[in-house]
């Protein structure tokens, strides 16, 4: 998406959160930080003379993606949201559907289980709740501070990630299940594909709801709606 900004020559600033130590460069002027709830965007919606406001943050921020509607809406700048599709599961594919991260903790069940858990960092300690399991972790950044598992094990990656990397992964650390966020996207589904393979049980954890907003698919039709 930036790089269809910066080609189209279009004025636009990229936010980040500043979860990520090193996040990817762009070709756009870059913002770091959050924007302090609703009233926050609003100011800055207001200060910095936005015209239009593009959701391209992970489908798993619904704080967000709920606080840019409100300040769009209250503030009348038009909004789209760049939104991937969630994955849908193939006939041998063996995935369970639960709603949130706690119902993630509880699918696992009582049985200890070598468990690659690919959710990110930030709610890693909900699963401290289930310390039979061991846990392989996927992270962008080194941790900085003892992990919130008693039985875990972290590797250092970005993606996008191949099948064949990550069915080596899997198979590595001998990884029984797999619990993910329905991200949607090419970049993340390497794991997927790798677990059909080697046909291991997925569970799957559902996308929080966020408010309605119009949804495009792919950077052409974000470009197609700044220009219409």
Known sequence: MARALAGAQVDAVYSYAGRT?????????????GFGGVEGLKAYLNTEA????????????????????AACTETGTPLIAFERAPWVAGPQDDWTHVPDLEAAVAAL???????????????????????????????????????????????????????????????????????????????????????????????????PTVPARPIARNADEVMAWLNG
């Open 50 to 69: 936005i015209t239009h406001v593009i959701d391209a943050t992970h489908p798993f921020a619904a704080q967000m993606s709920a606080n840019a509607v």
């Open 109 to 207: 069940g009582p049985t200890p289980r070598r468990v690659f858990l690919a959710i990110g960092r930030q709610n890693l300690g909900l699963f401290a709740k289930a310390p039979q399991h061991h846990y392989l972790l996927r992270l962008v950044d080194p941790p900085t501070e003892a992990l919130p598992l008693p039985d875990a094990h972290a590797v250092i990656a970005r993606g996008p990630f191949t099948p064949e990397g990550d069915l080596a992964l899997l198979t590595d650390h001998r990884i029984d299940v797999i619990v993910a966020k329905n991200a949607g996207g090419a970049g993340a589904e390497a794991k997927l594909t790798a677990a059909r393979a080697l046909a291991l049980p997925v569970i799957l954890i559902d996308r």
């Open 21 to 33: 130590e090193t996040p990817v460069a762009q070709p756009l002027a870059v913002r770091v930080g």
